[in-house]
């Protein structure tokens, strides 16, 4: 993996979206087709590298499914999304987390997750986990089974393998203490 071209196409985005915060923004991997390609080229190695066969892929709104809808392509398999709650027509199951002041519920159509699904969580970042980790759970509740949970940035500095502990959390590059 080309992590310098990945790392490169990543706009860092001071005060952003507030005083103090720096914005990893990942949009600039859309505008650049030879980092998202290699983005994706990398996610796909690292599925195909993993001991059980995945059977869908499922992204978090919204960031995760421009990675999780091209990975699922390129490896021929569905893609599920997981959207804010009141955002998905049919039967759906939700599932609350936590948030820094109050919570938030995602939710995933039932029609779309298949019992014994083996399935990816993606997102475009992994910061305290918790959003992940409410998708896991989602999952576990329509009966599949997740089998690592990927994002493109990860910081490990707040600490999200604790909220996915259990759970292989593999990210393409990590920032800590920027």
């Given at each position: 993996m ?20 720096l914005?990893?923004?990942?949009t ?151």
């Amino acid at each position: 993996m080309d992590k310098k071209l990945i790392d490169n196409a990543i706009r860092r985005v001071p005060d952003f979206p507030k005083p103090g915060i720096l914005f990893y923004d990942i949009t600039g991997l859309m505008l650049n087709p030879d980092a998202f390609r290699e983005s994706i080229d990398s996610f796909c190695e690292i599925i195909g590298s993993r001991s059980q066969k995945v059977t869908a892929i499922a992204g978090l709104e919204a960031r995760g499914f421009i990675f999780g809808g091209a990975i699922a392509e390129r490896l021929g398999i569905p893609f599920i999304l997981i959207r804010k709650k009141g955002k998905l027509p049919g039967k759906t199951i939700s599932q609350d987390y936590a948030l820094e002041y109050g919570t938030a519920e995602i939710e995933v159509q039932l029609s779309d997750v298949k019992q014994g699904d083996n399935v990816v969580l993606i997102d475009d970042l992994v910061a305290t986990g918790g959003t992940l980790a409410a998708a896991k759970k989602l999952m576990e509740k329509c009966g599949a089974r997740v089998d690592c949970c990927l994002g493109v940035i990860g910081l490990p500095e707040l600490n999200f393998k604790n909220a996915l502990q259990g759970t292989d959390v593999i990210t393409l590059i990590d920032y800590s203490g920027k």
